[in-house]
């Protein structure tokens, strides 16, 4: 807390207390609160008058309303994924995805978190639609399935599929689809263009993420307003410096939160070492 008289702060910890002439603020945020995450910073730097930019979990596997979720736990593909937001823009990413007992997770997923969780966050409606074959267009992959069913002949349309997907998705697609599982393949030729547009965009309904306890970091935080974006002091209490996941910035995956969280810890704290210097 500051003294208005000499400027100073006395930072408590262990039942002491030591003076200082200024305080960098970089206790994190809500995320993995297993490793330390929490909301200390945030209800601090908010008594002091600094305003926040509503928090929620980003870089989190997110939830869907699949049907097969249990029934493919576990299962990895290579798909691209494309984000689609009600009242905004699609995006999209190539990767291993992951299928798990609530939805999906995997790189792809976890980068998309962002946009998804903001739309969630905002009450917008979100969908995502999977390309399990990306290294093949339509027509080619419904040409390679009119191919199968004709080779498979009398045997079952799921006896056709072993080879061409993973397993534990043969089933799931063949329902989806709405084509029988043992409806003999040869007779089923006509249906080919029905899968492969199935698999080159299985749409499904995002209907929320993970908690903090998987997220990879908090979106929101003390508005970046409150701060002054050269020297990151705060704009409410003289040499208080704010830095890291506490504000309001939240990157993409790729070592972007942690280059923020590196860079603006070195600007609040070489800043704060000049404040103190120069007696405020």
Same mark, same amino acid.
């Given at each position: 807390?500051?003294?208005?008289g000499?400027?100073s702060?006395?930072v408590?910890?262990g039942?002491?207390?030591?003076?200082?002439?200024?305080?960098?603020?970089? $206790? =994190?945020?809500?995320?993995?609160? %297993?490793?330390?995450g *929490?909301e200390?910073?945030i &209800?601090l730097?908010t008594? @002091?008058?600094h305003?926040?930019v509503?928090?929620?979990?980003?870089?989190?596997?997110?939830?869907?309303?699949?049907p097969?979720?249990?029934q493919?736990?576990?299962?990895?593909?290579?798909?691209?994924?494309?984000?689609?937001i009600?009242?905004?823009?699609?995006r999209?990413q190539?990767?291993?995805?992951?299928?798990?007992?609530?939805?999906?997770?995997?790189?792809?997923?976890i980068?998309l978190?962002?946009p998804?969780?903001?739309?969630?966050?905002?009450?917008r409606?979100?969908?995502?639609a999977?390309?399990l074959?990306?290294?093949?267009?339509?027509?080619?992959l419904?040409?390679?399935?009119?191919?199968?069913?004709?080779? $498979? =002949?009398?045997?079952?349309?799921? %006896?056709?599929?072993? *080879?061409?997907?993973?397993? &534990?998705?043969?089933?799931? @697609?063949?329902?989806?689809?709405?084509?029988?599982?043992?409806?003999p393949?040869g007779?089923?030729?006509?249906?080919?263009p029905?899968l492969?547009?199935?698999?080159?965009?299985?749409t499904?309904?995002?209907?929320?993420?993970?908690?903090?306890?998987?997220?990879?970091?908090?979106?929101?935080?003390?508005?970046?307003?409150?701060?002054?974006?050269?020297s990151l002091?705060?704009?409410?209490?003289?040499?208080?410096?704010?830095?890291?996941?506490?504000?309001?910035?939240?990157?993409?995956?790729?070592?972007?939160?942690?280059?923020?969280?590196?860079?603006?810890?070195?600007?609040?704290?070489?800043r704060?070492?000049?404040?103190a210097s120069?007696?405020?």
């Amino acid at each position: 807390m500051e003294d208005a008289g000499d400027r100073s702060f006395t930072v408590i910890h262990g039942g002491e207390g030591t003076k200082a002439a200024a305080v960098v603020l970089a $206790a =994190g945020g809500k995320a993995m609160p %297993h490793l330390g995450g *929490g909301e200390s910073g945030i &209800r601090l730097a908010t008594s @002091l008058g600094h305003r926040l930019v509503p928090a929620y979990a980003g870089l989190v596997p997110l939830k869907t309303d699949c049907p097969y979720n249990r029934q493919l736990k576990g299962t990895k593909v290579d798909a691209t994924v494309t984000l689609d937001i009600a009242g905004g823009s699609t995006r999209s990413q190539r990767g291993e995805v992951l299928f798990t007992e609530y939805g999906l997770s995997g790189p792809p997923l976890i980068q998309l978190s962002l946009p998804a969780a903001s739309a969630l966050h905002d009450g917008r409606a979100v969908r995502l639609a999977l390309d399990l074959f990306p290294a093949w267009d339509q027509p080619t992959l419904s040409e390679h399935l009119r191919s199968r069913f004709e080779r $498979a =002949g009398d045997a079952p349309l799921e %006896h056709a599929l072993i *080879g061409f997907c993973n397993k &534990r998705l043969i089933v799931p @697609l063949l329902t989806t689809a709405g084509l029988a599982r043992t409806a003999p393949a040869g007779g089923s030729v006509a249906l080919a263009p029905r899968l492969a547009a199935l698999c080159k965009a299985w749409t499904m309904t995002v209907t929320g993420s993970l908690s903090y306890n998987e997220a990879h970091v908090m979106c929101g935080g003390i508005d970046c307003a409150d701060v002054d974006p050269e020297s990151l002091q705060s704009r409410k209490v003289e040499s208080l410096y704010l830095a890291g996941e506490l504000l309001d910035v939240t990157g993409d995956c790729g070592g972007y939160n942690l280059q923020w969280a590196w860079s603006s810890g070195h600007v609040a704290g070489s800043r704060a070492a000049e404040s103190a210097s120069h007696g405020g």
